[in-house]
């Protein structure tokens, strides 16, 4: 379908996520371009992933039902491009991201600022494998950074850029935007920066580092209205409903709805007052012409509310269309997007369904038609790492090998959690035993292990992201004695919400006296508990009867159990440590013996 687009043979690198990033590279993808999504396999990739809701079998639902089942955020955003998982952390993976960097034409990333540069992938790395390249950042305050932790969401630049105190009536709270407008300005900008700095580096052979802000983009969409100038003045930069000095301007209740009307030059308020039936007014030197009407704007608006309200909205649009006052229903999203005539452009599309559900939704299209074509994108959102194997062979040139060996590390095609719900799945019998004789297995549930999966295999359910989230209190009580707030804390940092089965957790405090937390993940398989021995000053594996001084994260044989320093005559149970009696078999560390 890209055949005959503008961006048609260009190769994409994306490294976005949530949703700024990722509508500069679906408008990309609309407009022709081969995307390549780089997703990070151990964070089950990006977090639109995570969106509730989510297209199931059965329809429509607030939570998964199965591993395949997609969220709506990335229904939309995902489509027409091409899904490979990476861990730009690990040497290979940032050494298969040069290999597709050399390939491509444009990369596109949304990191904070400073990101890039740590991981060793910022814009003079890729302009070392290729000058040409187009590099493209959008993120919230610039390459420079900002203010605060730096870390952008849209509400958070809305509340910067001043386009919060523009909405309302004078007096009303701030007043934020439903659309994400930030998010969805940032990109636009992006998308014309990276084609402009395209037609250059095709020109020069030199491409360009395109630096987008949304903060930066927003208050420049706030500074096209001259609202400085209004408050200098005196004019009220909110007004409500209506905008008085462009009245009759702004929207009105009818009957049955709402609907907006936009009269501010002579012809379009001359038809309305002829609209309302008072012809009489047209001559009349309050609403004759501009500056009267302005004078008397509570007065003219005043005459159109009480003329609506006992009409239906149809029936005002009407009398106001005929008459040539610009005019329209106010529509809510449901029917906005289902506007034959935005749909017949391609403006809005109908999403497919990867479900069996029959759910009818609709997504952005390319709001840009060429030659009387529509744009339109290649195909559906991927599945995470879907073309990994294909994207490795066709662009990298790897042979099956290679490829095996990086499928085979775990992080270039399938994520920890897909296989997780696997196990789940098909070792039932095997938990429900381990539960029978006292020793329960406590399962992490993530973005794709729905608890009811793991209620059904016989573990209890653990989400790792506080007390709100916690999906059950038997679960609580197993961990209880295990975790201490901190603990908690950073094991539910560590294990991002989704990796294995949690057997064993042992809690340490180094020399500088700093908690850290170690864990034994064990995918079905029973993990015999260990007990410490202290001996004088020691502690010591009750398997591998190795002894150690000081805090250290395995002992001599290469046991998974942590010691910490202990001094002489020194017997207090660390902070955290469960007691012998605790369900997790009398200890908390576990030998990997």
């Not at 909205?313 to 006052?325: E, K, Q, T, Y």
């Not at 001094?567 to 013996?593: D, M, T, V």
């Amino acid at each position: 379908m890209s055949a005959g687009r503008p961006l048609s043979g260009m190769v994409v690198v994306d490294l976005t996520n949530a949703l700024a990033g990722p509508y500069a590279t679906l408008l990309l993808a609309g407009l022709g371009a081969r995307v390549v999504k780089v997703e990070n396999p151990h964070r089950g990739g990006d977090p639109a992933r995570n969106n509730s809701p989510y297209i199931t079998d059965e329809g429509l639902a607030v939570r998964r039902s199965a591993p395949q089942d997609m969220s709506v955020s990335m229904l939309v955003r995902g489509r027409g491009k091409e899904s490979v998982t990476l861990d730009l952390r690990d040497p290979r993976g940032r050494e298969v991201l040069a290999d597709l960097v050399r390939q491509a034409d444009i990369l596109v990333e949304n990191y904070s600022a400073g990101v890039t540069a740590r991981l060793g992938i910022d814009p003079g790395w890729a302009h070392g494998i290729k000058p040409r390249l187009v590099y493209t950042s959008i993120s919230g305050f610039g390459a420079d950074g900002g203010p605060g932790t730096g870390k952008a969401m849209d509400t958070i630049v809305q509340a910067l850029s001043g386009v919060m105190m523009t909405s309302g009536a004078p007096g009303d709270p701030p007043v934020r935007l439903g659309l994400p407008i930030a998010d969805l300005l940032a990109p636009l900008y992006g998308v014309i920066g990276t084609v402009s700095a395209v037609v250059q580096a095709q020109r020069t052979g030199v491409g360009q580092h395109v630096d987008v802000s949304m903060l930066g983009a927003l208050t420049s969409l706030v500074a096209c209205e001259p609202f400085d100038a209004f408050e200098q003045i005196g004019l009220p930069l909110r007004t409500g409903a209506t905008v008085p000095r462009l009245a009759p301007f702004g929207t009105f209740q009818a009957k049955d709805g709402w609907f907006a009307l936009c009269a501010p030059v002579d012809p379009f308020a001359h038809g309305l007052l002829r609209a309302i039936g008072r012809p009489d007014l047209v001559e009349d030197e309050r609403f004759a012409g501009r500056d009267g009407r302005v004078a008397h704007a509570d007065e003219l608006h005043g005459l159109i509310s009480d003329w609506a309200a006992g009409r239906p909205v149809a029936d005002v649009v009407a009398v106001l269309d005929a008459h040539g006052a610009p005019a329209a229903e106010v529509r809510d999203p449901s029917a906005a997007v289902r506007d034959p005539l935005v749909l017949a452009r391609g403006e809005v599309v109908r999403l497919d369904d990867p479900g069996d559900g029959g759910a009818e939704l609709y997504g952005t299209g390319v709001p840009i038609v060429f030659g009387g074509r529509p744009s339109g994108f290649a195909g559906p959102a991927p599945q995470l790492g879907e073309h990994s194997r294909s994207v490795l062979r066709e662009l990298c040139g790897y042979d099956e090998e290679r490829i095996d060996a990086l499928v085979a590390a775990g992080w270039s095609e399938v994520r920890a959690s897909d296989r997780l719900a696997e196990l789940y799945a098909g070792r039932p019998e095997h938990l429900r035993a381990l539960a029978a004789e006292g020793r329960p297995v406590v399962g992490v549930v993530g973005a794709d292990v729905p608890a009811e999966l793991v209620e059904a295999s016989g573990a209890v359910p653990y989400r790792l992201h506080g007390s709100p989230d916690l999906v059950s209190d038997e679960a609580r009580a197993i961990l209880g004695a295990a975790l201490d707030p901190v603990a908690h804390s950073v094991l539910t940092r560590l294990l991002d919400g989704s990796l294995a089965f949690l057997t064993g957790l042992v809690v340490s405090r180094d020399a500088q006296s700093s908690l850290q937390l170690f864990y034994a993940l064990r995918e079905l398989r029973r993990i015999e508990p260990a007990r410490p021995f202290r001996r004088s000053s020691c502690w010591t594996c009750c398997t591998c009867r190795r002894r150690t001084r000081r805090a250290t994260t395995r002992c001599g044989s290469g046991s998974s159990p942590i010691s910490w320093r202990a001094g002489p005559g020194r017997r207090r149970r660390p902070s955290g440590w469960p007691r012998p009696s605790a369900r997790w078999g009398g200890c908390a560390p576990s030998c990997a013996r």
